[in-house]
């Protein structure tokens, strides 16, 4: 169990980036796949070559009988497996990673920009720099204000192609799986190979743990796809949803003018970064507080759907998101577990939204939003 | 000992690698490390146990298994794992190095020590040149040791004190080949990670250079 410390520490790091379903899956992953694959499955599977006997005193026909029943063994194609499924989810952590980093240069560069200006007295000179670097910083995916990631733009396309990868893999493995091996495995294997001398009957050992493992794995195999295709959906349905009500919403009336102010004035209010998870356990605020996080589920898509109308309006005119989310990066918001600030006519919304979407998603609060 | 203490040695490397040294690092991981540690290993748990010859004469396994097998894949690969990740510590040897300078003088020589620049620049080159020298000479040993990246099931042995020709067969061939070439594909991966890291630094820190005579050229 102790190696997949390796794969389980970089998990992690994705377990903060991710959507709700996202987090439900790596959970899957982590507790039925690696740590079942560690500690039950590799001692079932311990002694299948020395435990594999054939009706035959032809030294090298086990071996190759073996080799012909087994061109890899199922413990070794489940670890490629969890290997290959978990390699989209830490590319689309690296692009996070990277986002973070570059936002963390533009901050520095800003401060000694500010700092040269001053001493030169440009301001105006500044302030264009400042706000270009805002808007750009934007279209990654960084809130200035609420010092968020904001899921958007290039990171959102890089989340869904690591979904889709992850979808693919965990097919081709499913498919392969059977393809090699079928469902389950038959205790006889009649092996007919050089050197042994006619068809031998092979005896596999311990076959009925070992399909109890292999059923188990394939129906955890087949829930991580159906997770993932949910997430898609999530995500697709959501998107969807935007652009109806943006269609919607495109009146004459809101100027241009108007849009651009809009976010700057209305963001700091409309949403407060949501609280760390851990922290909002024992918050005193009873409302906010569940054992598992339903609450807070509907409680940040409530306020995530908030969010969504008021960036439809201001993307309307411009290139505009495909899907919001946001994240708490920054300890000091994570620290702040008070019910969140939310704008006026949100517990309205809330309600609203509330009856219409039966979507239970139980999210937890520092979950990435969409 | 075990691998943890290689994977706490190269997450200090990770901080001060471009974006493609991470990427190896990740690769390196993931892809080498963990499915060493996870999967090949038990492959080769029980190699010379379960290798059989069709003799009966005492010793003849011992010296066909010796003979075929000198030193092991899962060894070699041990190998090329811990003397790939190596030529990384120089990087961390040489931060190590100008923040003890600046410790030691009692001020800031350096603007970051961590960023490669001036004589870590070289270091950095120098150890991605002795990384993907030494992933190419354990590729060409790979090679030459075993006649290529194949494994057969049957091999014929007919060394002393084996009394003729004898067949003797490899457990698991199958297996070991699919990780065999699991290997190569991420060594070369790793190959063409470091080489394009490589030209991605020269290029970048010439261009720089370049820039810095053409400023100072004009002023």
């Known amino acids: 169990m102790g190696e997949w410390s390796f794969l389980g520490d970089f998990l992690e790091k994705v377990h903060k980036h991710s959507t709700v379903v996202g987090k439900v899956w790596l959970t899957v992953l982590f507790i039925f796949r690696m740590l079942v694959l560690g500690t039950a499955a590799e001692s079932s599977w311990g002694d299948e070559q020395s435990d594999f ?12 009988c073996y080799d012909k029943a087994f061109p890899i063994s199922h413990v070794r194609f489940w670890v490629l497996q969890i290997i290959f499924v978990s390699t989209p989810s830490l590319v689309y952590m690296g692009h996070a990673m990277h986002t973070v980093r570059m936002e963390e240069k533009r901050k520095m560069k800003e401060a000694e920009l500010e700092a040269q200006e001053k001493k030169n007295g440009g301001d105006t000179y500044y302030q264009q720099k400042c706000s270009l670097a805002e808007k750009e910083a934007k279209l990654c995916g960084w809130d200035e204000a609420g010092g968020q990631i ?7 396309n890089t989340y869904v192609y690591s979904i889709l990868i992850r979808t693919a893999m965990e097919v081709a493995f499913i498919v392969g799986q059977y393809v090699l091996y079928g469902i389950f495995l038959e205790t006889l294997y009649i092996c007919q190979r050089a050197p042994c001398p006619h068809p031998v009957n092979c005896y596999v050992s311990r076959p009925t743990e070992k399909n109890v493992f292999i059923v188990f794995m394939l129906a955890v195999a087949v829930l991580s796809l159906f997770l993932s295709l949910a997430e898609l959906y999530h995500l697709g349905w959501k998107k969807a949803k935007e652009r109806c009500s943006r269609s919607y919403k495109a009146s004459p009336s809101t100027a241009p003018g108007r849009l651009e102010s809009a976010p700057q004035a209305e963001r700091p209010q409309m949403y407060t970064p949501p609280p760390d998870f ?60 008070a019910a969140p600030a939310f704008p006026e006519n949100y517990f309205s919304e809330k309600r609203r939204f509330s009856k219409a979407s039966r979507a239970s998603s139980k999210a937890r609060s520092d979950d990435l939003s969409v | 000992m075990s691998w943890v203490f290689l994977r706490d040695l190269l997450s200090g490397v990770n901080k001060y690698s471009t974006g493609i040294g991470r990427i190896w690092v990740a690769v390196v991981f993931m892809f080498r490390l963990l499915v060493y540690v996870a999967a090949a290993e038990n492959i080769w748990k029980h190699e010379h146990d379960e290798f059989e010859c ?34 990384s510590l120089l990087v961390v040897f040489h931060v190590a190095y100008r923040e003890n300078r600046e410790k030691q003088h009692n001020q800031k020589l350096y603007r970051n020590p961590g960023k490669i620049d001036g004589g870590l620049l070289y270091t950095y080159l120098i150890s991605l040149i002795l990384k993907t020298g030494l992933e ?23 060394i002393k004190p084996c009394p003729n020709t004898v067949d003797c067969y490899i457990s698991k061939p199958t297996e070991k080949m699919i990780f065999l070439y699991f290997l190569v594909a991420t060594s070369c991966l790793c190959i063409v990670l470091n080489l394009s890291e490589l030209s991605y630094l020269i290029f970048k820190y010439s261009i720089k250079c370049y820039l810095k005579r053409h400023m100072k050229k004009h002023q």
């Not at chain 1, 006997?53 to 190759?64: L, R």
């Not at chain 2, 003799?55 to 894949?73: A, M």
């Not at chain 2, 190419?136 to 099931?153: A, D, E, S, W």
């Open chain 2, 136 to 158: 190419i000479v354990f590729l060409v040993l790979f090679y030459k040791l075993y006649n290529g990246f194949k494994i057969p099931h049957l091999v014929k042995c007919d």
């Open chain 1, 53 to 64: 006997m054939c009706d035959t005193q032809q030294p090298g026909c086990e071996n190759v």
């Open chain 1, 278 to 337: 851990n922290q909002c356990l024992s918050s005193p605020n009873g409302k906010f507080i569940s054992p598992f996080s339903n609450k807070m589920a509907s409680q940040q898509n409530t306020a995530n759907f908030a969010t969504e109308r008021v960036h439809g309006q201001e993307d309307a005119a411009g290139e505009g998101p495909f899907i919001k989310s946001s994240y708490v990066e920054s300890p000091e918001a994570a620290s702040e577990c």
């Open chain 1, 150 to 156: 904001i899921l958007r733009g290039s990171l959102l």
């Open chain 2, 54 to 87: 069709n003799i009966k004469q005492p010793g003849c396994e011992n010296v066909c298994f010796d003979h075929f097998f000198p030193v092991s894949h899962i060894r070699l690969w041990a190998l090329q794992l811990i003397m790939v990740s190596t030529p």
